[in-house]
């Protein structure tokens, strides 16, 4: 089941929006406020967002400009706004879709899934990764190493993936930490040291050093 975070502050829009979204079969999380709405962004990592910009606490160009400094999470704008400098600095800022409001249900559900389609095909640029016996299958979210299916967390997963998708580069720990905990989690490296033991253990059981530690910068995939 896909999960969907509704970032809006006025209650009867999200209600309808929660109808409309769990009838087309999503998990619905809301969130009133833009800070809270980046706090739950990091926790749950949800497949879309729909994002307000007339925000009580923070402007959402401002939560969509912080959202993209560590996450690719497709966004779509649903705002009353209809000037042309907020739609296009909207889209600048990364933003994948703008609909205005008062909108149609209907043309909303679609233009989130294809916003998620594009998604998926950027994820699909490189589908299956090979090297020393792990094999990452992006596409369907499976790993195995020497042909058996390995179990992951889903933190294990999004650490992985990170590093498949920079293979042979230094994904540095700044950007792991922001990618997967949110920018609040930038000073803890702690998080990826025990993280990165639990996943070695499961993908490099004969400790070939598949993942290379570069001291106090990051973290590397080989390509062998």
Known sequence: MLTALIIDDEPAIRR??????????????ESDHGRHGL?????????????DLGL????????LKNLREWSQIPVLILS????????????????DDFVNKP???????????AVQRRA?????ETPLFHSNGLEVDLANRRVR????????TATEYHLLRLLVRHAGKIVTQKQLLREVWGPQAEAQSQYLRV???????KIDPDGTGLIETEARVGYRLLVR
């Open 120 to 124: 998926a095909e950027h994820d699909a």
């Open 80 to 95: 009353v706004r209809d000037d042309e400098k907020d739609k296009v600095r909207a889209l600048d800022l990364g933003a």
């Open 16 to 29: 309808l929006l929660r109808l409309a979204l769990e009838g087309d079969g999503y998990r619905v999380l």
């Open 195 to 201: 993280h990165f033991t639990h996943l070695r253990k």
């Open 103 to 113: 909108f149609g249900t209907a043309e909303l559900l679609a233009r989130l899934r």
């Open 145 to 152: 190493v020497g042909g058996d299916e390995v179990k992951l």
């Open 56 to 63: 009580p606490d923070l402007d959402g160009l401002d939560v």
């Open 39 to 51: 706090l739950e962004a990091a926790r749950a990592r949800p497949d879309v967002i729909v994002l």
